[in-house]
């Protein structure tokens, strides 16, 4: 979930006022603990967004905070007088403006990384981590299954201020206020604090402009076993759509993951978009979402879905009078903001999506006639008929969940193709990612099965036939029985 928690919502939430209460627009208190009770009876676990990096300037610790260079609470933010009359130093927002705010109450400049009214908290300040883990204790207590944790390699900054270099919007080299090294010691000591509280899990959004930076999202899981239980890779995100591109990405995101750790995948999200169109899909649009459903829920790792790609929802065009996002609001035309891929959820083909009776925040996508859950339903062959049987392929085969994993990928081929293995079970995955006819090498030609396919031209089953055809963006799963044990 989202943050839920009380926030004057000048970004969505992110600002929080209270980290132990509940916004008035979500419901109550009593209705978040009757959520957790429910979902809990179903076997179904709730994991929160957890938002260390900063606060609301409404919170009382800000407002206390500011109120005097000599509050007890003002070193739990991050301050600084001004370099002769000029801000700090030359850091930005992640939006590509100034991250320093003069505070009129005492002349002095505060940092935020993001709004003005989100000044970023001193995690330097060992009362700040004790108040932080105190709220994180509160939170387990009351029975969450987990944290997403929001910009987790943002949490300490350069404790001299130098200034950033000229790349720092577009590289992460040599960059002074995120990446710190003293952040991995505080993730140790979140892990142990979760630790204590069987069965509980995390997972880091680690923020970096593209294309992504795989080694530096593996290293926030320190040993496998010491930090974040899992930590988000936005490269694929930023990847071509090619299979050589796909094959590279992931190949190298495996090779860089401690002995320990365990990956997990996401394709789209609140900030970035959604996949069906960052990656280009002006044609072939269902099938080329059902191949990233195949990827996604066949990889080695934990498959992170996000709402609505299900159904192969698109991004929406806002309308400049309608656009809710502030950074939208700001920087329009040049950016336009995140609201197109926060729309309503597209339920059914009645008014607002089926999402409301009354009319929701932002407009539903236009094709929501066509592309809604109740029609894809009964549909067969669409998206989301693809991912349930993907999902319960899933459950059914231990082999895509427990399996290793290996490449077998011929450079130019225009497809990708990777074995899950274990002692009992073999599994061949095939992605053709381009719009011709692929011949694919190199699979086993005896008592291999076809186990499932993505494709509308024909009905396999059974026994796959050698050599293998791929038609263009199909993806077929083939499995047999391990011969080769000793």
């Known amino acids: 979930m989202s943050p839920i928690y009380?926030?004057?919502?000048?970004?969505?939430?992110?600002?929080?006022?209270?980290?132990?209460?509940?916004?008035?627009?979500?419901?109550?208190?009593?209705?978040?603990n009757r959520l957790l009770e429910e979902a809990h009876s179903r076997n179904i676990r709730v994991m929160i967004d957890l938002v260390l990096n900063h606060t609301s300037v409404l919170h009382p610790w800000f407002t206390e905070a500011r109120s005097s260079t000599t509050h007890a609470r003002r070193d739990w933010y991050i301050w600084h007088p001004g370099r002769k009359g000029r801000k700090p130093n030359n850091w930005l927002t992640n939006f590509g403006r100034s991250a320093w705010k003069r505070d009129e109450a005492t002349g002095e400049y505060y940092y935020h990384s993001f709004f003005p009214e989100q000044p970023d908290l001193n995690w330097r300040n060992p009362e700040v981590k004790k108040a932080m883990f105190n709220m994180v204790k509160y939170w387990l207590a009351k029975g969450v299954d987990g944290f997403r944790l929001d910009v987790a390699n943002m949490l300490f900054k350069e404790e001299g201020l130098t200034n950033n270099p000229a790349w720092a919007l577009v590289s992460d080299r040599n960059v002074y206020n995120r990446n710190q090294p003293e952040v991995y010691e505080l993730l140790r000591a979140f892990r142990r604090l979760l630790d204590r509280y069987p069965g509980r899990v995390s997972i880091g959004e680690i923020y970096v402009p593209p294309p992504g930076n795989s080694r530096l999202a593996a290293s926030f899981m320190g040993n496998g076993q010491d930090m974040l239980h899992m930590a988000f890779d936005f490269t694929l995100i930023f990847t071509r759509w090619s299979a050589c591109a796909f094959y590279q990405a992931l190949s190298k995101y495996y090779r860089v993951l401690p002995g320990g750790g365990w990956p997990c995948f996401v394709f789209s999200n609140h900030d970035l978009g959604r996949a069906v169109n960052h990656y280009l899909f002006p044609i072939d649009k269902e099938k080329k979402a059902k191949l990233l459903a195949t990827l996604l829920l066949t990889l080695r790792g934990t498959p992170f879905i996000y709402y609505g790609d299900e159904i192969g929802m698109c991004n929406r065009h806002i309308p400049r009078s309608r656009i809710r996002d502030r950074y939208g609001r700001l920087l329009y035309p040049f950016y336009t903001g995140r609201d197109k891929a926060r729309t309503p959820m597209q339920w059914d083909n009645t008014s607002h999506a089926g999402f409301s009776p009354a009319s929701p925040w932002l407009p539903v996508h236009r094709n929501y006639r066509q592309c809604n859950v109740a029609s894809q339903q009964v549909q067969e062959g669409s998206v989301f008929t693809h991912y349930r049987k993907l999902l319960q392929l899933r459950r059914e085969l231990p082999v895509l969940q427990q399996g290793t994993i290996r490449f077998l990928y011929k450079r130019q081929a225009g497809y990708l193709l990777y074995e899950r293995t274990t002692d009992e079970k073999c599994c061949w995955i095939a992605l053709n990612f381009s719009p011709f006819v692929r011949k694919v090498t190199g699979l086993p030609e005896n008592e291999a099965m076809v186990v499932y396919h993505s494709s509308d031209n024909r009905r396999m089953c059974g026994r796959a036939t050698f050599p293998l055809r791929l038609f263009p963006y199909e993806a077929v799963v083939i499995g047999k029985e391990r011969t080769d044990r000793k």
């Open 6 to 32: 009380a926030s004057p919502l000048v970004d969505e939430g992110y600002d929080i006022s209270d980290y132990t209460a509940i916004h008035p627009r979500y419901g109550t208190m009593e209705d978040f």
